[in-house]
């Protein structure tokens, strides 16, 4: 049972456009959400991450949405840069910080000049 | 900021070997740690969490007597692969947790790629 799904296995964006990137949940109890930018061969990378109790977190060009009604969350990038290109993870944690994380299949995002 | 340093980077092994996997954390106690998993274009899927001083949870499907998880220490945990075969081949990430609700509560390892022949 897949309680955190990515369901675009890939993306493709130009430079300078926004990069959506989306993660469903079915675990109503999750109360914190992070996003992993990951390199092949590498450990994740922590990009952002939001609390339950907000709707949106901002920091430089990643801003984090979570709608808990619709159990959905969401990774903008903007301005998309070559460098962004990398799988990138949504992952949940119940009492983040202290408990495990699940993990959602990933996203392969490309930025092309 | 809190660094989790991971040996080998990449393993090869032969089929009915064991092979163990090193986490340490290098400036900061982690009372837990956690052990993930990931085959070729998928998820990061946990095999078990550590606490320091007692006994691995593992996580539904993972043989506890063939991953063989210690964490004797706040700084080092150690995963051991026994008896590897073929389909044990993948890329295994550790990961501490500092206990704080930030993105920065969690620190993951650089991975080991193993490969069993």
């Known amino acids: 049972d897949q309680q955190v799904k990515q369901n675009s296995p890939s993306l493709s964006v130009q430079e300078g456009r926004i990069s959506i990137l989306n993660c469903d949940y079915t675990?109503?109890?999750?109360?914190?959400f992070l996003w992993y930018k990951k390199y092949p061969a590498e450990g994740p990378t922590f990009l952002i991450s939001i609390s339950s109790i907000k709707d949106k977190n901002e920091d430089g060009r990643f801003t984090v949405f979570l709608n808990k009604s619709a159990k959905h969350l969401s990774l903008h990038i903007v301005p998309s840069q070559p460098g962004d290109s990398a799988v990138y993870f949504c992952?949940?944690?119940?009492?983040?910080?202290?408990?495990?994380?699940?993990f959602g299949a990933g996203t392969r995002l490309a930025v092309h000049p | 900021g809190a660094v989790v340093s991971q040996h080998p980077s990449r393993v090869i092994c032969k089929s009915g070997t064991s092979v163990k996997i090193e986490c340490r954390s290098l400036?900061?106690?982690?009372?837990?740690m956690f052990w993930y998993r990931q085959f070729p274009k998928q998820s990061l899927m946990l095999m078990a969490t550590?606490?320091?001083?007692?006994?691995?949870?593992?996580e539904q499907g993972v043989e506890k007597d063939k991953f063989l998880i210690n964490h004797a220490s706040l700084t080092l945990s150690t995963l051991t692969v026994t008896s590897a075969h073929p389909e044990d081949s993948s890329f295994y990430i550790c990961?501490?947790?500092?206990?704080?609700?930030?993105?920065?509560?969690?620190?993951f390892g650089s991975g080991t790629r193993l490969t069993v022949v």
């Open positions: 400036d900061f106690q982690a009372t837990t």
């Open positions: 550590s606490n320091e001083g007692s006994k691995a949870t593992y």
């Open positions: 992952a949940a944690s119940l009492s983040g910080g202290y408990n495990k994380l699940i």
């Open positions: 990961s501490a947790s500092i206990g704080k609700q930030t993105g920065a509560g969690y620190t």
């Open positions: 675990n109503s109890m999750f109360d914190y």
